[in-house]
């Protein structure tokens, strides 16, 4: 059974970077999954963020493409998602992911963290 | 403002059947296959039904899709308490994927 794990600060000052990790257990994220980073303001819907292969192909939300940075430690089988420049209409519950389909990405997530809520405030 | 539309809020008694909609475009919908999820107070977003109506191991068979041109829908048979929830659809658009704003089904 896969299990992820978000982890980060909590609070994030405006204009800063968030920064969070997700921890997979008990699946390498350098198998034949895409993983990806979903985020949900508090009351409000999903927001896709980006989708990430281990081989590097990645798809971004156009609207934070210029914001977000992925990266992969495979050695510690956690990938850490950066959005710089942060305002208050980021501050939402963070979750990772895993699609459920081999090879491509389908959006179809099937394991996901619990969530992290990243608070944006001064 | 979200790219796929769905209605704030829907309702049924126990064992009745319910219908959510996902009203989207040929950008989304109409050319591409439609996800959907529950979401439980409190809890990460749980896959119910994902590429052409297939069900992960574990969802009931009381949860199906459909989908036409431009529109998908899910139906729930068999209206349980546990089936109180947020759902939302989700499918590529282009070169990103999109979420409906969720419907919150209530079970009167």
């Known amino acids: 059974q896969v299990q992820l794990q978000e982890s980060g600060p909590g609070l994030v000052k405006p204009s800063e970077t968030l920064s969070l990790t997700c921890t997979v257990s008990?699946?390498?994220?350098?198998?034949?999954?895409?993983w990806g980073w979903i985020r949900q303001p508090p009351g409000k819907g999903l927001e896709w963020i980006v989708s990430f292969y281990h081989s590097g192909t990645t798809y971004y939300n156009p609207s934070l493409k210029s914001r977000v940075t992925i990266s992969v430690e495979m050695s510690k089988n956690q990938f850490s998602l950066k959005l710089s420049s942060v305002t208050a209409a980021d501050t939402a519950v963070y979750y990772c992911?895993?699609?459920?389909?081999?090879?491509?990405?389908?959006?179809?997530?099937?394991?996901w963290g619990q969530g992290a809520l990243l608070t944006v405030s001064s | 403002q979200s790219v796929l539309t769905q209605p704030p809020s829907a309702s049924g008694t126990p064992g009745q059947g319910v219908t959510i909609s996902c009203s989207g475009s040929s950008s989304n919908i109409g050319n591409h296959p439609v996800n959907w999820y529950q979401q439980l107070p409190g809890t990460a977003p749980k896959l119910l039904i994902y590429?052409?109506?297939q069900r992960p191991s574990g969802v009931p068979d009381r949860f199906s899709s459909s989908k036409s041109g431009t529109s998908a829908s899910l139906a729930i048979s068999g209206l349980q308490s546990e089936d109180e929830a947020d759902y939302y659809c989700a499918a590529w658009d282009d070169s990103y994927w999109v979420f409906g704003g969720g419907t919150k089904l209530t079970v009167l």
């Open positions: 008990d699946y390498s994220i350098s198998s034949d999954y895409y």
């Open positions: 992911a895993r699609d459920c389909e081999r090879g491509h990405s389908s959006g179809c997530f099937d394991f």
């Open positions: 590429g052409n109506g």
